[in-house]
């Protein structure tokens, strides 16, 4: 079981908003399913368009994700967030947020998740609003920045506790960059995106001038956000220990694993094609295009090919050969 709750908020009565709304629902529409169509989380969308999003609501949407068991929860909001400076407190704002009851405290949505454990195995978080790196801090101490995070939760947000969360073309800046991560830009090899990937996907194109992303974490195991293709098919993965039986080996190469016998030199097109090496030379390219295999004293693959030489695994060749030799993939 994954269950997400998506809150997006643009109505508020004093200081309108943009762009959650629709954020909030692109989020729940890419959620939904994974890249092949097939169910990934089960989603609650919640939006001010609709909806009046009290305090009330969201405390009570919160209390039911986090009530049942299962494997991964996710809570994202959209919409204001502040910090009360007086009692060092952190607030998502509700629609009726006013001052003195601002909506629901950061620290109440962390008790919940540090409780959740282990009937929920993992728990993300993920805030785009102002202040919101607040998330994971106490609630009262004067030592600011300090986090105690349960185990599985992770936290992430679109910028740091005195950061301002940016919008560009009536859409969030972090949700646009979020949705491009969970679209495929940070996916693995695998097909696999991750917080730390989205995050890390997130903090690589936000410039140094621009609003800093927050990750926060306490995991044992790998939580998956969403699934893709893969880049490489996972059946060729795992043929990886059979190409290369250590991982310090160099795989030959001859002119009879290139097809093309148009464009290369004249004296090797007498060389007959051989149907099963060309069959592994294309899973080789296909290694190589995603920086597992390099070729040995060649500038390409090709030419490797058709000049004798070999390939061999990169650093990170050599991991997913390892994974595969271990059943891993």
């Not at 969308?45 to 999003?53: A, E, K, P, R």
């Not at 601002?102 to 009937?119: C, T």
């Not at 927050?214 to 995991?219: E, G, H, S």
């Not at 939580?223 to 160099?250: A, G």
Request: hydrophobic share 35%; proline share 4%; net charge negative.
């Amino acid at each position: 079981m994954r269950k997400a709750l998506i809150i997006g908020i643009d109505k508020y009565p004093n200081n309108l908003l943009s762009g959650c709304e629709n954020d909030a629902t692109s989020i729940a529409n890419i959620l939904e399913k994974n890249g092949d169509d097939s169910p990934n989380f089960d989603v609650k969308l919640i939006t001010s368009d609709n909806t009046n999003v009290t305090s009330e609501l969201i405390y009570s949407a919160l209390e039911k994700l986090f009530k049942d068991e299962a494997e991964t929860v996710l809570f994202y909001f959209a919409g204001h967030g502040i910090i009360n400076e007086s009692t060092n407190a952190g607030y998502i704002v509700s629609q009726d947020g006013k001052k003195g009851s601002w909506g629901v405290s950061l620290s109440e949505i962390l008790e919940m998740a540090n409780g959740a454990h282990p009937h929920i195995k993992s728990t993300v978080i993920i805030l785009d609003s102002c202040n919101s790196g607040y998330a994971g801090e106490v609630a009262g101490l004067k030592n600011k920045g300090i986090s105690i995070i349960g185990t599985g939760v992770t936290i992430l947000t679109a910028c740091h506790r005195e950061g301002t969360a940016d919008e560009d073309n009536g859409q969030g800046l972090f949700t646009t960059l979020l949705l491009d991560g969970l679209s495929g830009s940070s996916a693995d090899i695998c097909g696999r995106i991750t917080p730390a990937s989205v995050y890390s996907h997130i903090d690589q194109t936000l410039g140094s001038w621009e609003q800093r992303p927050i990750y926060k974490a306490n995991v044992q195991t790998f939580v998956t956000l969403r699934e893709i293709t893969p880049k490489v098919p996972l059946d060729i993965l795992r043929r990886l220990p059979t190409y290369f039986k250590n991982p310090t080996d160099h795989f030959s190469l001859d002119p009879s694993f290139e097809p093309d016998r148009e464009n290369i030199p004249e004296n090797l097109r007498h060389i007959p094609v051989n149907a099963d090496n060309s069959r592994v030379f294309k899973e080789l390219q296909l290694c190589n295009r995603y920086g597992l295999i390099i070729p040995v004293d060649a500038e390409h693959m090709y030419y490797a090919a058709i000049n004798s030489k070999a390939c061999k695994l990169t650093a990170l060749g050599s991991h997913f050969r390892k994974l595969a030799e271990m059943g891993r993939i």
